[in-house]
């Protein structure tokens, strides 16, 4: 059975409130153990590094909201920023030389890979809801 | 995050201890670029006290190993914890960056 959902918001606004982001998802997580802590702060990093950096360009509020419960974590961020769908980021180069290898693309290709699924929806021309989901390994028999 | 660097003979042990997220990582890329800059272009870079990289630490690396080897030297890692390994598994890197168990033998490894 699982247990009862706790619900936990931050806000965050720019660059500078990156540790603290990340200190409140370690947070949030910690019953979920270290490996589905680790995914969500790299996954959460990730999001809210490209918001700020590709959808705001500089400083805009973000909401998160981390949901656990005894089967998996879930994390809404929503911003007010032009609207990006993940599945339009560039992919990454994951196969030249390193003096041919560029970084872009890296950010999502990382946040699908140690989540286990991720949603968009837009608001209109601004603003953008993400949803990552990462489950927590099932309890030894 | 502290970064502590050691001179092995013209090879320079660069140890970083904590996390690189999109705050620390433009400081470890000053502090790589500054070494490099000054003619120290073999570097080991010892990870044993990173148990966090992001994308942001791996554009810095990335950075710092195109100048090295643009200058005929390397960056090599040592001693990579197992998260940040599977980033830089998901990510290529393991492809274009020479990986070592030890700090001595990515040291040793420059004389090979």
């Known amino acids: 059975m699982n247990a009862a959902p706790v619900e936990r918001r931050f806000r965050a606004g720019s660059m500078a409130d990156l540790a603290a982001l990340l200190d409140f998802i370690d947070m949030a997580c910690d019953p979920a153990g270290a490996d589905v802590g680790f995914a969500v702060r790299l996954a959460v990093e990730e999001v809210f590094t490209n918001v700020l950096e590709h959808g705001y360009g500089g400083d805009g509020p973000v909401a998160v909201c981390v949901t656990t419960d005894g089967s998996q974590v879930r994390v809404v961020l929503e911003d007010d920023a032009p609207t990006f769908n993940p599945s339009q980021a560039p992919a990454p180069d994951l196969a030249s030389d390193a003096p041919d290898r560029e970084p872009g693309g890296l950010g999502w290709h990382l946040v699908h890979q140690v989540m286990d699924d991720v949603q968009h929806k837009s608001r209109g021309e601004r603003g953008n809801t993400y949803t990552l989901v990462k489950r927590l390994p099932a309890p030894a028999p | ?112």
């Open chain 2, 1 to 112: 995050m502290n970064i502590h660097i050691e001179p092995r003979g013209d090879i320079a042990v660069i140890a970083i201890n904590g996390s690189i997220d999109g705050l620390t990582a433009e400081e470890l890329l000053k502090t790589l670029q500054a070494h490099v800059q000054q003619g120290h272009d073999r570097l080991v870079v010892d990870l044993e006290g990173v148990a966090y990289t992001s994308s942001a630490g791996l554009r810095a690396l990335l950075a710092t190993v195109k100048e090295t080897r643009r200058r005929g030297g390397d960056l090599r890692l040592a001693r990579i914890q197992p998260n940040v390994r599977k980033v830089l598994e998901l990510s290529g890197f393991v492809t274009i960056l020479k990986v070592f168990a030890e700090v001595d033998e990515a040291v040793e490894s420059y004389g090979a």
